[in-house]
T-cell receptor, first 115, second 114 residues
Framework: GAGVSQSPSNKVTEKGKDVELRCDPISGHTALYWYRQSLGQGLEFLIY????????KSGLPSDRFSAERTGGSVSTLTIQRTQQEDSAVYLC?????????????FGPGTRLTVL | GNSVTQMEGPVTLSEEAFLTINCTYTATGYPSLFWYVQYPGEGLQLLLKATKADDKGSNKGFEATYRKETTSFHLEKGSVQVSDSAVYFCALSDFSGSARQLTFGSGTQLTVLP
């Protein structure tokens, strides 16, 4: 596609349920990032995938969070046993190579609300 | 570790006013610097970037110069328009351990009044 797409655009769930968020990066982009944007705050890095290398998970806030990237393309962020503090907009971005000068192209985000 | 500090908002200006949004950074390496913008109801998009010291990024009338001596990347525009109303994020990209991720500032909400 022309840009990064994410689904669903909105997700409302009950505390304790598991959720899956999906990201389709720009075709040909080797690097993929997940961020979290909480209300009134900046973006918080969660996880980074680069090609076939092991992902950098240093930003994941707890072991309830996990992510995978299948076939070097689509990525899924999973949050288990959701908590109210997980409510945020989850953003995905991709870049051509993952280099430090690359522009990151962001998807529209998934707004997660945990009741 | 890396960090970005940007001017707190919200900022409210009249149309055609001069805009400055301050941004300073701390980085251990040689970062690239970015300004991203988030218009109401839209996703984040790159506004401009600079990849080395003394570079000037520019786009849509906005400018920012990479100043290594003052570790700054202030965003400026000579004459703002109502359509510039958005949230602006300063960011840096550098190696932080093994991760090549962006470190963002907290964002500055700009409202331009007609």
């Amino acid at each position: 596609g022309a840009g990064v797409s994410q689904s669903p655009s909105n997700k409302v769930t009950e505390k304790g349920k598991d959720v899956e968020l999906r990201c389709d990066p720009i075709s040909g982009h080797t690097a993929l990032y997940w961020y979290r944007q909480s209300l009134g705050q900046g973006l918080e890095f969660l996880i980074y995938f680069q090609g076939n290398s092991a992902p950098d998970k240093s930003g994941l806030p707890s072991d309830r969070f996990s992510a995978e990237r299948t076939g070097g393309s689509v990525s899924t962020l999973t949050i288990q046993r959701t908590q109210q503090e997980d409510s945020a907009v989850y953003l995905c971005a991709s870049t051509i190579t993952g280099g430090t000068t690359d522009t990151q192209y962001f998807g529209p985000g998934t707004r997660l609300t945990v009741l | 570790g890396n960090s970005v500090t940007q001017m707190e908002g919200p900022v409210t200006l009249s149309e055609e006013a001069f805009l400055t949004i301050n941004c300073t950074y701390t980085a251990t390496g040689y970062p690239s610097l970015f300004w991203y913008v988030q218009y109401p109801g839209e996703g984040l998009q790159l506004l401009l970037k600079a990849t080395k010291a003394d570079d000037k990024g520019s786009n849509k009338g906005f400018e920012a110069t990479y100043r290594k001596e003052t570790t700054s990347f202030h965003l400026e525009k000579g004459s703002v328009q109502v359509s510039d109303s958005a949230v602006y994020f300063c960011a840096l990209s550098d190696f932080s351990g093994s991760a090549r991720q962006l470190t963002f500032g907290s964002g500055t909400q700009l409202t331009v009044l007609p």
